[in-house]
């Protein structure tokens, strides 16, 4: 064989490629014209094969197109995103046409599910900034999940809940397993036809670098892009940053300057006062200052002075900057209570795990309230009760009500007060009472929203029906920005009326009602306002109650001026039990 050409056969014919990979040779039987079923189809069909081969060829490269283009935004997902020359996409081609044959399929199906990955973390950044108004995080964000389907399952009912997880995994996998078959296709064309990939390939790199350096445009955005690289670069600071949470965490709640007072000097300022915190869901600054809410909860606010007013009650206004938007209540509530900044659910869980000193613990410790809380967001066992300082917890089962839900507010919140005043406030012969009522109403989606009826007849609730039956319905209230602002406006009007209404019809001059915000509403509603702040109010008849915050520079009434300074939610905490503890001299 020693005088045959080299790469030639006797017969003259091409010596086929020996380095070339099983796995190769596996992809090309099982190419159109091999053996089998495959291979007649072909023989039989020759156009129809060439045409299924090209159709499967542009598929791949069109779903790894898309899915390296796709972007983190849903205001950025428009045609234009998708006709731009992919950074990553050039340089895995590139790299599968260096490798030796038997790393390429390897690589391929890696590089297919990091595309994979990558594509489903775009979309997950979607649904955080649209809720939630900020990306996804990779390392604390997993238990808000259980919260989506939590809401579902309010909303939706058990079978909407269990669709849309069985959905979302079923896609998932199939987002994964797409790019990776569709990379191991594009390899073995890429592999076909090496002499002009590498062609292609080096005139697309060229190009890309032109568009970089001449800073080329399209709709104002780049041509060349290059959007997984830069989602990896923004994520691997915010995952190192993410896993050292926990420790600087537990180096802030350390610090607690209330750890050690004596419970004869916490809240001597507020002895024999009836203290009611009371949290108004979305409850946020563009309640009152955006044009389409402003007007109606401005004259809500002003009407409501003045008839607290009338009644003996003077009221004080200001801003608090919660760690969340658009949702996760949970983590502002426990901000205002522990006085500290808890941000995500592995602070939240960590607090709940310590002995910190809380706003609500401080009156049970104190041993002058009994200390109470009114919950119609829980509908099952909720043990982070007791550390809250709360003596007894009255869920959602033990309100008795028996009317209609309203979106996923389950319980309207005038029958929430009126439950409070039935099971705690108006109890003959008790003795001070400390309580959290937390209103739900106001929470998204503000379809059906509920309206003010009399006190005397709300009975076991089954009045709301009849005023269940006239609301809007989600599809009508979601169905523009516009509409979506006005059912918010509607909802915490009724939130704001029924807060009052308890007020004016129970309260007396040991009652001081504390009610604020949790957090801004969803971005559709705050045109994607950065602002975290929402209002914060101190209610008393007494007067000496509110002169002990006369320092706070807070308005008077209502409705807290544009430029009262804001203070960050965990500060309340310190500055409530300083103000309300023993005075100097």
Sequence with gaps: MSHLTPGRLPDGTAEPDTGASAAEGSAARREPGGPGRSGRFRRRYPRGARCAAAGATVLAAALLLGAVLLPDRLENLAPGAFLRLPAEGIALAALLLVLPPRARPVCAAGGGFLIGLLALLKGLDMGFHEVLLRPFD???????????????????????????????????????????????????????????AVRVTLVLALAWLICVTLDLRAGGVPVAARTDADLVGERVPQIRASLADARVFRRQAARDAFAHTPPDRLLTGLRGKDVLFTFIESYGRSAIEDPATAPR????????????????????????????????????????????WISNQQRFRTLTSSDRTT???????????????????????????????????HDRARLGYHGPGFGWSQVPDQFTLEAFRRLEFGRRGRGPLMAEIILTSSHHPWAPVPRMTDWRTLGDGSVFRRIRKGGASAEEVWRSPESVRAGYRDAIEYSLRSVVGFLRRYGDEHTVLVFLGDHQPVPEVTRNSP??????????????????????????????????????????????????GPQPG
């Design 359 to 393: 706003l609500t613990g401080a009156f049970r410790t104190a041993g002058a309230w009994r200390t109470v809380g009114i919950m119609p967001g829980v509908g099952r066992a909720w043990p982070e009760g007791a550390f809250f300082g709360l003596d007894h917890v």
């Design 138 to 196: 990779p390392v604390l964000d997993w238990g808000l999940l259980g919260n989506a389907a939590d809401y579902l399952r309010e909303t939706s009912g058990r079978t909407g809940e269990l669709l849309a997880a069985t959905g979302a995994v079923t896609g998932a996998l199939a987002v994964l397993a797409l790019t990776t078959l569709a990379a191991l296709r594009l390899t073995t064309v890429l592999t076909r036809h090496r002499r002009h």
């Design 531 to 580: 602002r975290k702040d929402v209002p914060v109010t101190i209610v008393a008849h007494d007067p000496k109650v509110l002169e002990r915050i006369s320092g706070w520079g807070w308005t008077e009434g209502l409705k807290p001026a544009a430029d009262v300074p804001v203070w960050p939610m965990d500060a309340f905490r310190d500055r409530f039990l300083t103000a309300y």
């Design 297 to 340: 909860i401005g004259a809500v606010l002003h009407e409501s002075t003045a008839a607290l007013r009338a009644a003996g009650f003077g009221a004080r206004s200001g801003w608090l900057r919660s760690p969340v938007t658009g949702g996760g209540s949970w983590l502002a509530h426990a901000t205002f209570r522990s006085g500290l």
